[in-house]
Every structure is written in C-alpha cells, then in structure tokens.
C-alpha cells in the first residue's frame, strides 16, 4: 500500500509558511503609525494648492497614505444629495481671494503661518450648503482622528435676527454607517444667549432640525472675531475606526430672510493612526495554522518511514 511521504526537505516550506503567519501577526500588533494632515505642508507641498483647491484632490499625509478631498454644494441640506464642484454657492473670502483654499485667515489664536482649509459660503437659501468630504484610504479605516473647526458663530449677538448664522455638521461614517464622535468640545458650550458661543445638537436653541440622526450639529451662537479669538473653535475626536468625514457648512435657523450674507469657517490640521487590515490578520493566523499542520504532517510522515 502506498503511503503519503515527505523527506526533510519538506519541512522547509512549512517553516517558512509558520514563520511568515508569525511575523504577519508580529507586525500586526505593533502600534499604528500616527499620520497628519497639515494644511501648510499640503499647500507648500504642489503649486495645485496656492491657490483655489479644484473639486477633487489627493493629498498625500505625513505618516504614509493618502486622503482623497471632494469639495461641492448640497442644494437641501435636508436631503443631503451631493454635487461634486466648486460653484457658485463657494464665496469670495474677505480679502478677496476666492474658496475654497489653504488660507491663515480662519484659525483661531494660532499664528498666520498655520493655515487651515478655508470655506467661504454665499448660498442664496437657508437650505443651501457646501461641503468637504474626506476618504481615508486605509483599508481598515482611521482611529483617534482629531481636528478643530474655527469661527463658528454667527453675525451679531440676536437669537433670531441675523444676516447669517453658521450651522457645521459633522458626519462620520465606517463602511457607510454613520460614526458618532466620542468628543465634541468648545471653548463656550451653549448656556444662554449672552453667554454660550456654540450650540451642541440644537441644545439651548429650540432648534428641533438640528437633531440629525447620525451627525453632530454645531450652531453659531454669538459673534467671534474672525482670527483673533478661540471663542468660535469646536475640537471633534472619533475613536474610530471611520474611512470618511463630511463637514456640511450651511445657515442655522437664527439666519432670517430669503437670501443670507456670506460667511465662513476654518477646518483645521487633522490627525490620526490607520487600523490594521482585520483580514491581515486572519490572513496571518490562517498561515499560522496552514503552517503548523504542515509541519505535523511532515513530522508525522517522517516518523514512519
């Protein structure tokens, strides 16, 4: 009767295949590598940047990967149906250069030289808004991502009357299902309208539409200077993992009439660490075993002869 035999060089493509799945595991569990997307840095990094950002963008990220940009409109923030490009509803800045774009002007207190990704928004309707769209290409997604939004607020100091009112909402999604953060955090949380800067979910505002399912809507409450106060600054973190983010920038309720003024705000440097790849990691422990068995089977066959 013949029998399944293998000689010792056999074994070596067995080692190898253990050896592999336990390096792949090794290399797995190492922490992930942080990343960064520092608008200066893009904007020195190609002459596409100078100036006015097109419709569609890929940026490379200090850390490795890439993250690809859409900037477009929405023409009802309330059914969120996306145009990619950068139209009419993208507004001159106050010094006269067009957005969306890299620009100091929107950043807090930090100094002019640390820039953020600029949108100025002129939409003609309350329901109107503009938007930009991050796809995170990590195959497992992103953790820990962090950035702050600047100069959210509003034209004056009324509750209901003003020429316009920022509204941002922030979506978070992780193969399209929506990803709440875990921190929203503002210099001025909404308390009452003379001393809360931001709204939280429409929290203190009666505002019954900004309770979104699946996003976190911030309100402008009062009136912050442009680039010389932290008051109009909310900081987002997600624990992760997500693969894409959408910041919405439209008008608040507070913004009255038919056709609202130009206003803008600034979304600052992010950060974050890419998740491993789960199927890696089976892939890893699937050698492992693949590997294992094969050395039994070798040892095994070569006990007999």
Known sequence: MSCFSLNSNSIV?????????????????????????????????????????????????????????ELGTITDINNATRTLGTGSQFALGPNGAPTPSIDPLLNGTLPNTSPSLYLQQDSGAVANA?????????????????????????????????????RVIVRGLFNGVAVLPTTVSAVSTFVSASTGNISINGVGTGYAEANISGATVLDGTKSVDNSLSNDGNVTISFAGPVDQLYIDFTQAPGATGSNPGSHGIGIGNMTYQAVPEPLTVLGAATAIAFGTAFKRRSTQSKNKE
């Open 13 to 69: 493509p067995a080692k190898l295949l253990a050896t592999a799945g336990i390096l792949a595991t090794v290399i797995q569990v190492l922490p992930a590598q942080a990343a960064s997307l520092n608008w200066q840095t893009v904007k020195d990094s190609s002459s596409a940047f100078a100036g006015t950002l097109g419709a569609s963008n890929t940026i490379s990220v200090s850390g490795g990967g890439t993250v690809n940009l």
């Open 130 to 166: 503009v938007y930009a769209g991050f796809k995170f290409n990590n195959p497992g997604g992103v953790s820990g991502l962090t950035f702050t939004l600047f100069d959210i607020d509003k034209s004056n100091n009324s509750l209901t009357s003003n020429s316009w009112q920022d």
